[in-house]
């Protein structure tokens, strides 16, 4: 069975930096596109960023980019994500998904993603 399984998290200070990964398993990782996503506590689920099945494509949310990066390795069949330059506002759970079809990139949204991970926290000290 499919399975997503986040490390990384932790508590940091203001201006710090996590590297968070995703270990999958059960599918043919190098096929879907993955992507982040994150709720902080009271909020909805909302994207983080998206890489494409190969790599070749990648997609941020306003509030982050230039300060995270998302990477994959599809022979280790896992995606990364390095965030930099980390603010409070980032806190929350973050969790890694699978696209639903292969081959298929550029959804921001949560319904286009078929499995998830557990979630890893992230908690960011002012």
């Known amino acids: 069975q499919v399975q997503l399984v986040e490390s990384g998290g932790g508590l940091v200070q203001a201006g710090g930096s996590l590297r968070l990964s995703c270990a999958a398993s059960?599918?043919?990782?190098?096929?879907?596109?993955m992507a982040w996503f994150r709720q902080a506590p009271g909020k909805e689920r909302e994207f983080v960023a998206q890489?494409?099945?190969?790599?070749?494509?990648?997609y941020y949310t306003e509030s982050v980019k230039g300060r995270f990066t998302i990477s994959r390795d599809n022979a280790k069949s896992t995606v990364y994500l390095q965030m930099n330059s980390l603010k409070p506002e980032d806190t929350a759970v973050y969790y890694c998904?699978?696209?639903?079809?292969?081959?298929?990139?550029?959804?921001?949204?949560?319904?286009?993603?078929?499995?998830w991970g557990q979630g890893t926290q992230v908690t960011v000290s002012s």
């Open positions: 059960g599918f043919t990782f190098s096929s879907y596109a």
């Open positions: 998904a699978a696209s639903l079809s292969r081959y298929y990139s550029g959804s921001r949204e949560a319904v286009d993603f078929g499995s």
């Open positions: 890489i494409s099945w190969a790599g070749g494509n990648t």
